[in-house]
């Protein structure tokens, strides 16, 4: 069953593409979690994200998620790193596979054991395929990605393909956060001319140039995390945004 978050992010990709503003728990804890999403909202971002591959305990996750809501009135959405980030504070999660993972446990293990737990918190799940692309980053690592190298655009559509069919309802290409520069411009064409279902493109995001590119290219919901750890809502953030609200209105 599509819930009431995941209905809201379709019928805004029915206007044309959005953004995902992420913020790490640990490294912007309550209040600073919350300025960053006030600021981003009056940016025009989509939806918040909350997560980071790095040990976010439950409470972090449960007092940025409280403050976020109480902040701003976008969706608020776990961006898991493993179960312990799971939190009732939050209304959705990014139920996410990472598809190119050597570890079992990222691609279903994990999920069999949080599933009864996002039941039990009333969370939604949003589906979704996680495929991580070179350089991968800590991500890569971390998650004993298989990466997919950045030319290789038949493999990046074979997993796309596969999570569509599979019944997921969102695929997101990866290149990790902080990367030297985002996914390829062709790897999203050739992802986006497979794939019926939205595409998320996040990592090494920075200017709008670089967003300019991935939106004319098919992404159709951009993430960026790092920029706003760095310098808040600054102009680069806002170069982002206003290339998104470009290719929403025209
Ligand atoms: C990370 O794709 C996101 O999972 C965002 O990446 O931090 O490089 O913006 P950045």
């Known amino acids: 069953m599509v819930g009431a978050v995941e209905q809201h992010l ?131 690592e971390v998650g004993e990605a298989d990466l997919v190298g950045r030319e290789e655009f038949e493999q990046a559509q074979g997993y796309a393909l596969a999570a569509e069919m599979l019944g997921m309802r969102f695929v997101y290409l990866e290149a990790g956060s902080g990367a030297p520069s985002p996914v390829p411009l062709p790897m999203v064409r050739a992802v986006r001319s497979v794939l019926s279902i939205p595409l998320v493109v996040g990592g090494g995001i920075r200017s709008g140039a670089e967003a300019a590119g991935l939106l004319a290219a098919g992404a159709q919901v951009l993430v960026t995390g790092t920029i706003t750890e760095a310098e808040g809502i600054g102009p680069a953030f806002q170069s982002i945004l206003k290339e998104v609200r470009h290719a929403r209105h025209g």
């Open 10 to 140: 379709q019928s805004l990709l029915a206007g044309g593409p959005i953004h995902f503003t992420l913020i790490d728990p640990e490294k912007s804890p309550g209040p600073r979690a919350a300025a960053i999403a006030r600021a981003a909202a009056e940016a025009g971002s989509h939806a918040i994200l909350l997560g980071g591959s790095t040990g976010i305990s439950p409470e972090g996750m449960g007092e940025a998620a409280r403050q976020v809501r109480a902040a701003v009135p976008l969706p608020t959405i776990i961006f898991p790193e493993g179960p312990g980030s799971l939190t009732a504070e939050a209304q959705a999660v990014l139920f996410m596979s990472m598809l190119n993972s050597r570890n079992l446990g990222l691609v279903i293990r994990t999920h069999a054991r949080a599933a009864p737990v996002v039941r039990r918190l009333g969370l939604e799940p949003i589906p979704m395929g996680y495929l991580v692309v070179a350089p991968g980053m800590r991500v890569g």
